[in-house]
């Protein structure tokens, strides 16, 4: 078995057919000679099926009737010798049958195992089975570090350390002097005197005088620098100054220029309250006048007088009243009719707008167009024709009893047009044409959009829910005609008739308190602690706080302007009620709401006034606390609600 050609051989065990043996030794030390041969003389009669011993934890055997094949890998040496040390603990020896034609010959078949003992390393024994555990370490070959081709260098290599030291070097000098046969020139030389001789003392004073000399002109930069940064805030604090007056000076005469408009135009209903509350006043001046200079049958002349010039002054203003009504209705109908036109959009998730035409939006588009052709006056006779066959062809879609009188009048028109009637002439017929055809675009049935922008519902059932009697006007109207009083039992007057009679009695102007109302509700918002109060309080509710309460003036300066004056909590960690509350002016205001604690800011005998008129508010506004609890904070919409809202309207 030693030679080459003899590593494959014909193997015959205990005169059975011939087998397969393989042997493959692995790097774990095999056991004795005697367990090695034990374990190749097990059964070998089953077919295919290995047999491995116990003992020969890498070496396995297998029958076959093929010939035999012995494989020797690179740490397994087959020597054919005689077993000479049985001893050896590194080496196997097993005998091996082998038929050489018909002579049967036994050989010994020496294993040697190579491969480098391993340290043990420790395991485990399981407990139940018995199984013993080997830490990995001990039963695979550690990684190989293979030495790199690429070539280094080290810094230390490469640089050289260096160190410093100071040293003091030699310099050697001669002196020459004039000697015979040497002459030197003592042009250049100097006689050198010595001075003073200073003792210790008097030098550390001289240390001493130089040092506050240089701390003198030191202290005086300092203060140079000091004064100048003084003299620089000054200036900034004063330029702050002039430009805070100039902001208000303009804010003033921006807000008198408005104002002055707003009196020689008036177009919304404060306009009008802003004119009669002129109105009062001058009645009330010329009543004083006429009071302190007449008497008698003189004193009642005088207030014929006036009351005729009041007369006067009031059909003047009810006039712009009158041509303001109309401006407002003719706008107030085209935004109606644009908001039925408009798309419906969203905001999606990524936040951009989808935007959707409907057939009813594309409806309320075309009615608007319409509409706004019949308005203009500067159309020529054909021009106003094509408009008038465009509408009548929209409106024939629909047969009733307005639509046929809407056809009669436009074909009426036609007729005139083509006998060139003046278009002065056609005045009352063109405002019948516009009043039906509005009413044509605001049936629901012709034009769906515009239903949801109705005042009155189109369902009848509504109408008997949330309706309240007005004893003034003897109307019934829902509960949003009527304003919201805070010391009220019953719905009272609706808001018409209260303005109606603002106008002829009262004549207040809540131009100045609904700024003070928008500044402190936007105040409110801005604390987002859940406070309602100042959501809940009207107009006059605050207009009495102000002028009976707080005396229309700051509660700290006594400015009396309204437009500088704000309405802020007195704590500013408590929500804001009439109760708890001080008028202020705004730079007063932002400096209060810096403060904690109140009570270590301010003076006994102020904190004590301003308790007084808390107690005296909290007593007037009693029904406010429970109406306050009655409102409940509507709850969030959910994220989907940004898909499902009417068309209009922009989800935030």
Not at 1 to 8: A, K, S
Not at 115 to 130: C, D, M, N, Y
Not at 340 to 357: I, N, Q, V
Request: include cysteine.
């Amino acid at each position: 078995m030693g030679d080459t050609e003899d590593n494959l051989a014909e193997l015959t065990i205990n005169g059975n057919e011939p087998v397969t043996i393989r042997a493959e030794i692995s790097r774990h030390s095999l056991n004795s000679a005697g367990e090695q041969k034990d374990a190749i003389e097990q059964d070998t009669n089953t077919e295919n099926e290995p047999i491995v011993d116990k003992s020969f934890k890498d070496v396995e055997i297998e029958t076959n009737t093929d010939p035999v094949e012995i494989e020797i890998g690179d740490d397994l040496i087959i020597e054919e010798q005689q077993i000479q040390n049985e001893n050896d603990n590194n080496s196997r020896v097993i005998p091996v049958e082998v038929n050489e034609g018909d002579v049967n010959k036994t050989i010994s078949v020496k294993i040697v195992d190579r491969s480098p003992k391993k340290p043990f390393l420790g395991g485990f024994r399981h407990k139940l089975t018995g199984v013993e555990y080997l830490n990995a370490s001990c039963q695979t070959f550690s990684k190989k570090i293979l030495a790199s081709t690429v070539e280094k260098f080290s810094r230390d290599t490469q640089t050289v350390a260096t160190k410093t030291y100071a040293q003091q070097t030699f310099n050697d000098t001669s002196t020459q002097m004039t000697k015979p046969g040497c002459y030197v020139s003592d042009v250049k030389d100097k006689v050198m005197i010595p001075g003073t001789y200073v003792t210790a003392e008097e030098k550390e004073k001289t240390k001493l005088e130089k040092v506050i000399f240089l701390q003198s002109y030191w202290r005086r930069w300092i203060s140079k620098q000091y004064v100048i940064r003084l003299r620089k805030d000054k200036q900034e604090r004063m330029e702050w100054e002039r430009k805070q007056a100039e902001q208000k000076a303009a804010e003033r005469s921006e807000r008198l220029r408005r104002e002055f408009e707003r009196r020689m135009k008036p177009r919304t209903k404060s306009d009008f309250d802003l004119l009669y509350a002129a109105l009062e006043k001058w009645r009330q001046e010329e009543m004083e006048r006429i009071n302190a200079n007449h008497s008698g049958p003189e004193r009642k002349a005088a207030l014929v007088g006036l009351l005729e010039q009041e007369t006067y002054l009031i059909q003047s203003i009810e006039r712009h009243r009158i041509n303001a009504d109309q401006i407002n209705e003719e706008e107030f109908i085209m935004k109606t009719l644009e908001k039925a036109a408009l798309p419906k959009f969203w905001r999606a998730y990524d936040g951009k707008l989808t935007e959707m035409s409907t057939q009813h939006t594309i409806r309320a588009r075309e009615l608007k167009e319409l509409y706004s052709s019949l308005q203009m006056n500067y159309l020529t006779n054909d021009e106003r024709l094509d408009v008038l066959l465009s509408v009548k062809e929209t409106v024939k879609e629909h047969h009733c009893k307005l639509t046929q009188e809407l056809i009669d009048l436009i074909d009426r028109e036609a007729d005139l047009l083509s006998r060139k009637i003046k278009n002065s002439n056609l005045d009352g017929l063109r405002q019948r044409i516009n009043t039906l055809f509005l009413q044509y675009c605001k049936t629901p049935l012709f034009n769906p959009e515009i239903a949801r922008l109705l005042k009155v519902p189109q369902d009848s059932g509504k109408l008997r829910k949330d309706i309240y009697f007005c004893p003034s006007c003897n109307k019934y109207l829902t509960s949003a005609e009527f304003p919201l009083a805070s010391n009220s039992k019953i719905s009272g007057r609706c808001k018409k008739c209260c303005s109606l009679d603002n106008n002829a009695r009262l004549r207040n102007d809540f131009t100045k308190v609904r700024c003070i109302l928008q500044h402190l509700r936007q105040t409110e918002e801005a604390f987002n602690d859940g406070s309602r109060t100042a959501f809940i309080i009207q107009d006059a509710d605050l207009l009495y706080l102000i002028e009976n309460i707080w005396n229309s003036q700051s509660a700290l300066s006594g400015v009396d302007d309204l437009y500088e004056l704000v309405l802020i909590r007195w704590n500013k960690h408590e929500h804001w009620a009439p109760w708890n509350c001080v008028l202020l002016t705004k730079e007063e205001a932002s400096a209060h709401m810096k403060l904690e604690n109140v009570a270590e800011a301010y003076g006994r005998i102020f904190i004590g006034k301003v308790h007084h008129k808390h107690v005296v508010a909290k007593q007037h506004f009693a029904k406010l606390t429970k109406m306050g609890k009655q409102q409940v904070p509507k709850p969030p919409p959910p994220k989907g609600a940004n898909f499902n809202r009417i068309a209009g309207t922009v989800s935030g």
